[in-house]
């Protein structure tokens, strides 16, 4: 399309920010702005500016788990200052000075003019959705939340942490959720995200740690292979598109497979256009080509993962071939004999008595017994398993030619060192487990694990690992498993934890995992570890729901950072629930009024990342390098806002009165690590003068004189350098390798230690021996999507009908309230017809008589009930049987005066539908109907 620029000049512009950054403080108590210097004379008057004080102090970037180091530039004129500039640090090997559009404009969601400025209570008589609020004081908001919570059980309460939350506050909120004696704790990225794909990546590496456990060393790979990653590459996680495009320039090649011309698309040497769905064909048929021609890393393989193992096929189940200690055997080609070797290790060089073997990958006859069992090895049984997965048959599926997979193979396993990403935002198909296991497979069998220029895991990561390693060897458990531990293990603690009632003192787990037993002895479909997801929420709230004979009902819901209502599916299904007359009580803890806080019955107003210290002084974000970060407040708070540390804090007292408050105190030290006598101690000082954040203020201190010890300094030190740099450095990513690389170093966190080929995790998964569905299998194999069915053509597709798919914008987090941003929304604004259309191939749109902006509407053609209407982007940037859409967008909250109405909402079309193992949403398994309205 040709552009047409807006007639926006630059002084035009500047008075409209000028505009939005005054009224933002309009209103304040703590201001007084007839004193305070516009915002032209603060950025752009070099006379005014010189007479000014700036002030450059550091933090981190709240607006995607990329964590990127910020500098914030702030000018002062006597006792008033502002925030001026954003910028990347530039000694940050993250994002390296640099930082994306979100992240630049991230000063104005502090200057937001519609930001919730004071506690709200709703009005008495309005109806939950409504946005019908009155001012109240803290006081009067708890006292309100009190009154509601006496008539509550603690197991009534669901507490709803968004991604943000998530990532800074997860240990918090554990304490928090402990406290409260309240086992129902649903976090977004965890169903969107984490276990939906990660999972079956970690059940290859072992690892589990949201959103950075693994990170591709893009910095050192020449061959570059996403699948399904626009999001982690485009402008979205900036430290890993700063290493993507760094490594183009350095001549690596990068291939990405995806049904449109992405951004990430943009900046590949070649788009691989494949059809929706089907990606996972496209990954098997790959792993047979390289494994059948044998160009994998032999000496890796049989080194470091179990592809030798033996197993034996029992009536269509792979099970492992192990003598009475559980110890795996192998066929050794130096004796030409079965060896066995350790059960927990990380190499296969020697046998359980210590003499050096050289296991066998391929056995030398196909009818070897062991034991009366005919056996393999999970190399042989593997590619028994996808044998029928040729380039041919991927080929009719994935509309990608034969020949493309074949070269594709070649270049993989050649250009060296080489990544095949592991993969972001699984929540899309049933397939995406198993799919993701297959990318863990492909990058073992090069050997890419933990090594320069392949997937190496995170320093922080490293560190806890190699802790867990060393225990382990002296016969050790660690103290705490529920913070302390990482990986694999570290999940199943916490799995365990909101499993079990007794852990919170009244034997009612998390009701996810109630509403599985429940729907298990009923015989119906249900999810084996639904851990931190929604399945049973709505049926508890309808009163559906029982325990023990008993009824096990939602009443009352706690939103911190979350807004469920606009970014989980379907929208209705979240607004029933909010809105239900069984629901007492609603509270929202956020910044901006979401789509979420319209249907609180009270509103906490959290201070910005900028107005706030962090009680958080830890790894400087999903790094391979080992050093320390944390926030510093640009500027004061400017309205009656709090910190989310001291909003937890005094909620507890609201919600469980003085004996919560001290159990929070003690779940802080065991989850969190300060001594509690020691917080309560420093809170009674900063309650003392006055402070306006003393929870915050306390565990901040001694956050930071925790990890100074931990990195040997002293905390005025640590603080020091802190100030002056925002990182303290410890630790490289070439040293971490050489001390704890997995599984070279030390062992892989799983069972096994190995990279496991053959999962003993969806092993553990099994039903009375047998494997429940495909999803469970303990090999990668073939898994259609579900898009339909078991069919793998288009013969189903009517002319006006395409596969659904969908993505983010590189403006806006998904489903966040920063699509209200004064230059975001600016930007949106600007490029509405890509933002906001949804995308349709041009040959196909031609037939329908569609063009670029006419007003459509999207039907899913399996609940018709669900549909959005919205304009058309026509575009030959996609696959010709796909239909795509931005999911930023469609927020119905009109407090958000910019981003009220724009665009469509993808949760007003997508309709709920789960996967067994963790509740992943399958969030385009369905196709669409496209109609010109």
Partial sequence: MAWKFPQLTRRAFLQTTAATAVIGVIGSSKLATAS????????????????????????????????????????????????????????????????????????????????????????????????????????????????????????????????????????????????????????????????????????????????????????????????????????????????????????????????????????????????????????????????????????????????????????????????????????????????????????????????????????????????????????????????HCTPEWAAASTTIEAKTLVRIAYEFTHIKPAIIDPGWMGARYNNIQMLRRAQATLQTLIGGVDTIGGWVNSAKYHKTAAKMHEARVQGKTMANPLTSMTGLPGWKAQVEFFSDGDNFGHGYPAWSFAFSKQEKAAGRPYVSIPFMADTGLYESVEGKLLHKGKPYKTKAFLAVGANPVHHYFPAGRWKDMLSSDQVDLVVAVDVLPSDTTAYADVILPESTYLERDEIVIGNNGISPDLSVTTRFKAIDPLYDTKSTTDILFELTQAMSGDAGLDRLYQSFEVMVGPKAEMAKKLVAEFKAKNDPAPYTAAYRQMGMA???????????????????????????????????????????????????????????????????????????????????????????????????????????????????????????????????????????????GIKTGDPIKVTNNETPSLFVTGKAYVTNQIHEDTAFMYSSFGSKNKSLTRAANFGSAINNLIGYKVDPVVAGFRSQEFTIKIEKV
């Fill in 706 to 848: 925790g990890m100074a010890r931990a990195v040997g300094t002293t905390p005025e030190n640590l603080e020091k350098v802190l100030k002056e740099k925002g990182i303290y450095e410890v630790d490289s990513m070439e040293s971490m390798l050489e001390k704890y690389a997995m599984p070279r170093k030390i062992p892989v966190l799983t069972p096994s230690g190995r990279l496991e080929i053959y999962s003993s995790f969806y092993d553990s998964l099994r039903v009375d021996g047998k494997t429940r569905a495909p999803n469970f299998s303990v090999l990668a194999t073939d898994m259609p999507s579900g898009v339909h069915g078991n069919q793998r053509t288009l013969a189903s597709l009517k002319g006006d009908e395409f596969y659904f798919t969908y993505g983010k914008t590189p403006t806006v987090s998904h489903g966040s309230t920063n699509v209200n941003n004064a230059v975001l929304h600016a930007i949106n604004v600007f490029k509405e017809d890509i933002h906001t259309g949804v995308w349709i191939n041009d040959e196909r749109a031609r037939t329908l």
């Fill in 36 to 387: 305070l210097p516009s915002w032209s004379d603060l950025k752009f008057a070099k006379k005014k500016r010189h007479e000014m004080e700036e002030k450059i102090s550091f933090s981190v970037c709240n607006f995607c788990s990329g964590l990127c180091n910020v500098e914030v530039r702030t000018l002062t004129h006597g006792d008033q200052s502002r925030m001026v500039k954003l910028e990347g640090n530039p000694i940050s090997k993250m994002n390296r000075g640099r930082l994306c559009a979100r992240g630049q404009a991230g000063l104005f969601q502090t200057y937001d003019t519609d930001r919730i400025k004071t506690p709200l209570i709703r009005v008495e008589g309005s109806k939950r959705g409504e946005m019908k609020f009155r001012k109240a004081s803290w006081e009067e908001a708890y006292a309100y939340i009190a009154s509601k919570s006496q008539n509550l059980d603690p197991w009534e309460w669901t507490i709803v942490g968004g991604w943000s939350t998530c990532v800074f506050f997860l240990n918090p909120l554990f304490a928090f959720a402990h406290a409260n004696r309240t086992p129902n704790f649903l976090a977004s990225p965890m169903q969107h995200c984490v276990t939906t794909g990660e999972l079956g990546t970690d059940s290859v590496t072992g690892n589990f740690k949201p959103h950075g456990e693994i990170l591709p060393n893009y910095d050192n790979a020449r061959y570059i292979l996403l699948v399904i990653n626009n999001s982690s590459i485009a402008g979205v996680n900036v430290p890993r598109a700063v290493q993507v495009t760094e490594a183009k320039q350095r001549g690596a090649k990068i291939v990405a497979l995806d049904p449109r011309v992405s951004e990430t698309v943009a900046i590949a040497d070649e788009w691989v256009r494949i059809r929706p769905g089907t990606d996972l064909d496209f990954m098997l048929a790959l792993i047979r080509e390289i494994m059948t021609k044998d160009y994998y890393d032999e000496a890796f393989c049989k080194k470091h993962t179990d592809l030798s193992f033996l197993l034996y096929n029992d009536e269509g189940e792979w099970r492992p071939m192990v003598n009475d200690k559980g110890e795996p055997m192998v066929w050794d080609q130096f004796s030409q004999s079965v060896k066995t070797v350790n059960a927990y290790s990380n190499n296969n060089d020697l046998d359980v008595t210590g003499q050096p073997i050289n296991p066998a990958l391929r056995l030398p006859t196909q009818d070897m017994q062991v034991n009366g069992k005919t056996v393999s090895t999970v190399f042989e049984a593997q590619l028994a398993e996808i044998d």
